[in-house]
């Protein structure tokens, strides 16, 4: 037994020298990357070939602090581990990243600092909203896309989605899925995911329909645009408002039912 735990130890400490080294190089391009970003910050005032006619004197504001997220957008990873994800998000031509990213058993990676720009959203859209990269924090969970989500995962879920809302203010309204900002083009999270478990917290809305009675004109369509669904394709932006808030329906038609979650809905997100 003694012999085991020793032997269990030994390669404990290889896998973890292994896949430090993995990263180091890396790691290695990230903080060299920060540190040309912050170059660019601390060179002012700057020029431009805009033809502007800058005073001749520079003064700068001593009022500020730097841009924060507004948004969360969630994610199913669609691979097959947590340490594939780190890899795919480690490796440069892949283009893409999250700031967080949840394996089943709950551990968090903090990829890229909060203020910084994550590539995870692509071409997408939310109300008038056209470039979720620059306002939102990308979370990823280790998850196929055809199984449920880990108790562990969620909880995980739950306690940074807290601690991201009280430190950028973001309003209840703004924790949504990827699905809901490029419909027709992503489906995750996908009809796993809880997102009646998260409004209960706060973290987006969900609906009660008891005793609702919908007008005899009320436009459903008109609806999932004002809760900030691009509708320019009615078809793909119902399939993710039915993946988001009626997961058990995987038709594109717009029931009874739905107008009443609808109609409900528009006054949370109005
Ligand atoms: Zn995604």
């Not at 306002?135 to 306690?159: H, K, V, Y």
Request: charged residues 20%.
């Amino acid at each position: 037994m003694k012999y085991f735990l020793y032997l269990a130890s030994f390669c404990f400490v290889i896998i973890s020298a292994c896949s430090h080294k993995v990263y180091k190089t890396t790691n290695r391009s990230y903080k060299k990357q920060v540190k040309n970003y912050a170059k660019i910050l601390r060179e002012y005032p700057v020029t431009d070939s805009a033809g502007l006619q800058y005073a001749d004197n520079w003064v700068g504001t001593t009022n500020f602090s730097m841009r924060r997220p507004n948004f969360v957008v969630i994610h199913h990873t669609a691979q097959d581990s947590c340490e594939q994800t780190l890899r795919t998000f480690t490796l440069p031509r892949t283009a893409v990243s999250a700031h967080y990213v949840i394996c089943e058993d709950g551990t968090v990676h903090h990829m890229l600092n909060d203020l910084l720009r994550a590539h995870h959203a692509g071409l997408s859209k939310w109300g008038n909203a056209t470039d979720l990269n620059s306002m939102s924090i990308g979370i990823e969970i280790d998850n196929s896309g055809s199984e449920p989500f880990t108790e562990p995962q969620m909880n995980s879920l739950l306690q940074l989605l807290d601690r991201l809302k009280k430190a950028y203010n973001i309003p209840q309204a703004n924790f949504i899925g990827h699905a809901d900002v490029a419909p027709g083009r992503k489906v995750d999270p996908s009809r796993y995911f809880s997102w009646q478990a998260l409004a209960d917290k706060g973290f987006g809305f969900w609906y009660d329909t008891t005793n609702v009675e919908v007008p005899l004109d009320f436009n459903p369509l008109q609806a999932l645009r004002i809760v900030g669904y691009n509708v320019n394709n009615p078809e793909i932006a119902i399939q993710s408002y039915k993946i988001h808030f009626v997961p058990q329906d995987t038709t594109n038609v717009i029931t009874d039912a739905d107008k009443k979650i609808l109609f409900d809905l528009l006054k949370k997100y109005q």
